[in-house]
């Protein structure tokens, strides 16, 4: 599985931004969808999931109602719609992916900047 994240940028306290996860991969529905966040000099943090053959999603409760995960199975990738960013919302953001079953996400796609000033 390959992942590709792309969509970061700087926003101002209040804005929006989408972040996308292009995936390759033989076939996804048997994983697990994901983005997490790292701020510096913190430690990595789950945002959200969702299964890639399923609606079930999952949150943060940090993001709930701000943030939403969806994915476009046509184009093999996974958005994070980003609403009312915060400056703590600040952070590398990577997608991830696992399998169903799997404990650990055992794919990861290279950071994407956000940014949000106050």
């Known amino acids: 599985v390959q992942l590709q994240a792309s969509g970061g940028g700087l926003v101002q306290a209040g804005g929006s931004l989408r972040l996308s996860c292009a995936a390759s991969a033989r076939t996804f529905s048997n994983y697990i969808m994901a983005w997490f966040r790292q701020a510096p000099g913190k430690e990595r943090e789950f945002v959200a999931s969702s299964a890639w053959s399923g609606p079930i999603t999952y949150y943060a409760d940090s993001v709930k109602g701000r943030f939403t995960i969806s994915k476009d199975k046509v184009k093999n990738t996974v958005y994070l719609q980003m609403n009312s960013l915060k400056p703590e919302d600040t952070a590398a953001y990577y997608c991830?992916?696992?399998?169903?079953?799997?404990?650990?996400?055992?794919?990861w796609g290279q950071g994407t900047q956000v940014t949000v000033s106050s």
């Open positions: 991830a992916a696992k399998n169903r079953g799997g404990t650990n996400y055992n794919y």
